[in-house]
């Protein structure tokens, strides 16, 4: 069966090394942690989002306990996120007013 698009709610760590195959497979993988208890969550989430760093896809969360995998080529919408054009790089991790710029 080929298909695009995996719903999954895993209830236990465990349930992760299916959420990776997905992910090795260049799927979207939508992900609803919200039956995990909170080391489990964290635990999941450190993993998945390792395995979607090294397929090079992006980690999204659309709700709360929801996060979902992007693989790279595919794109998305999500309403309320900012758009950037292909050849904008915009850095997230920074916000301008917290940074400190040097003046000479």
């Not at 942690?33 to 989002?49: A, E």
């Amino acid at each position: 069966m080929d298909f695009d698009i995996v719903f999954l709610k895993p209830e236990k760590f465990e349930d992760t090394r299916k959420i990776v195959e997905h992910i090795k497979k260049d799927r979207i993988v939508h992900i609803n942690i919200s039956k995990m208890d909170t080391k489990d969550r964290q635990r999941t989430l450190d993993f998945v989002s390792g395995a979607a760093y090294i397929q090079d896809a992006r980690l999204i969360q659309p709700g709360d306990a929801v996060f979902c995998t992007v693989p790279s080529g595919k794109d998305y919408f999500q309403e309320g996120s900012v758009a950037a054009e292909d050849n904008d790089l915009i850095d997230l991790r920074y916000d301008e007013e917290e940074e400190i710029k040097p003046h000479y």
